[in-house]
């Protein structure tokens, strides 16, 4: 059985039940799972593979709860720069259109590879659009080769334009052929063992792009299946707009009414959720994915995480697309949450470490998963190790672990997924990402000029 003794940490957050964090701490590893967690005295002093670490912070791996990796191939498209959710969607949807499959298994190997480097472990994906040759199977392909652990969300649209919804006629599907695939996916590939690498859920795309019917059925098969439900909700004003002359509600009543609340269901943004919706969410178990980088680039607002955290629901990080973010760097999304909490004028809206645990144990219950976002025994061995030596950093010691938030966010030294050292002292070991990034660009290229 394959050992791994992480050891001389500098600083070991845990986010234990203790939430305790350990000085010249220590992780031994057998087969993928934390086996023992303490200060490096009084754990084995031998393994297959030893990492010092004496100048790192190690904290659970982070956990990404929404994102749509084919994004990655339109970021910062000169006409969409400076456009509102709505607008924002109508200028892609035509660039969108021309995907195919190798796009979007090159674009899910470039977001993941973003991600594990910032010290990202798990990741969802919502990936909502197939025109073309496109399948789910090409992102959970990629998934595998990299070593990420992944939660692959079959989205859908069926609800085109000239049927009142927001996506163009050609870029929509029809609902038994959705359903169909969804059954597929999850029989082909959906793994609700402890420590899976791969399981599969259910994502309509928004109210906005799909039919109520879709929703309960989508509801119903998950529940028989016992997999996930995931959609966008309350995104920005235009959203609510939609929801109240379409629906002649608010969208938390809607999704009530669908069967879209409880603890197997989470909702990307939330931005406009009210006082009644986030105690629905809290009384529920409902959870929020909240993706506050892309909700300021497309001037959404300010999701109210202090009122959900209080209320209990369940909140986690998200990177969003990389077409309205545009970066999958997660780390950096857990800083701009706390940055953008404290803009209402309480600067203590969200602390550091709150931060640091919405994008850790806070993901990790979004996602369902009781053996990932903290570094106890019998967890998975996922976690992030991130150098202290570097400029960014100086004068921060005073407290390592709120320098990661508060500090210029910085890519991981070592990201280790269940056992497996996936980067090494700043490089990605399982692709050859140059030559993937140079795929990636010309696939990017190609895309846009062909519109």
Same mark, same amino acid.
């Given at each position: 059985? %394959? ?24 992780? *031994? ?98 990936? !909502? ?65 402890? !420590? ?28 028989? !299946? ?20 379409? *629906? ?99 600067? %203590? ?33 996922? *976690?992030?190790? !991130? ?65």
């Amino acid at each position: 059985m %394959a050992t791994l003794l992480v050891r001389h940490i500098y600083r070991l957050v845990t986010m234990d039940e203790a939430r305790r964090e350990i000085e010249n701490g220590a992780l *031994f590893i057998r087969d993928g799972v934390i086996e023992a967690v303490g200060e490096t005295d009084s754990l084995p002093a031998s393994a297959d593979e030893v990492l010092e670490l004496r100048r790192h912070v190690v904290i659970p791996g982070l956990v990404n709860t929404h994102h749509h990796m084919y994004q990655t191939l339109t970021r910062a498209i000169p006409a969409c720069q400076n456009s509102e959710l709505f607008g924002w969607l109508k200028s892609l949807y035509p660039i969108w259109a021309g995907l195919r499959a190798e796009h979007v298994y090159v674009s899910a190997l470039t977001a993941m590879a973003e991600l594990i480097l910032s010290g990202c472990t798990t990741s969802s994906d919502h990936l !909502y659009i197939f025109p073309n040759d496109c399948k789910l199977d090409d992102e959970i392909r990629a998934a595998e080769e990299i070593g990420i652990r992944f939660h692959a969300m079959r989205g859908s649209m069926s609800l085109g334009e000239s049927k009142g919804g927001l996506p163009p006629d050609r870029v929509v599907e029809d609902e038994r052929a959705i359903l169909a695939d969804s059954q597929r996916l999850i029989e082909t590939y959906h793994d609700d063992r402890r !420590y899976a690498m791969l399981r599969i859920g259910l994502a309509p795309c928004s109210p906005f792009s799909v039919t109520t019917t879709l929703m309960r059925e989508a509801a119903a098969m998950a529940r028989s !299946y016992g997999v996930r439900l995931h959609t966008h909700l309350a995104e920005n004003q235009n959203d609510i707009d939609y929801s109240r002359e379409v *629906f002649g509600m608010r969208p938390g009543d809607y999704v009530q009414s669908v069967g879209w609340v409880g603890e197997d269901v989470w909702h990307a943004h939330c931005v406009k959720l009210n006082a009644a919706e986030i105690a629905l969410f809290g009384r529920t178990g409902t959870g929020v994915a909240h993706c506050p980088g892309s909700n300021a680039r497309l001037a959404s607002g300010i999701a109210p995480v202090r009122a959900m955290i209080d209320a209990g629901v369940p909140v986690g990080l998200g990177v969003d697309g990389s077409a309205s973010n545009d970066s999958g760097h997660l780390l950096a999304e857990a800083r701009q949450a706390l940055l953008l909490q404290r803009l209402g004028g309480d600067p %203590a809206a969200l602390s550091a470490r709150e931060a640091l645990e919405l994008a850790t144990r806070g993901g990790a219950r979004v996602l369902g998963r009781d053996d990932i976002g903290a570094l106890a025994p019998g967890m998975a061995a996922d *976690f992030a190790a !991130y150098n202290l030596e570097q400029v960014g950093f100086a004068g921060a010691l005073h407290d390592p672990v709120a320098a990661l938030l508060f500090c210029m966010p910085v890519n991981a030294d070592y990201t280790v997924i269940n056992g497996r050292v996936v980067v090494r002292q700043g490089h990605l070991q399982t692709i050859d990402l140059p030559v993937v990034l140079e795929r990636h660009n010309r696939l990017a290229r190609t895309l846009v000029e062909g519109v």
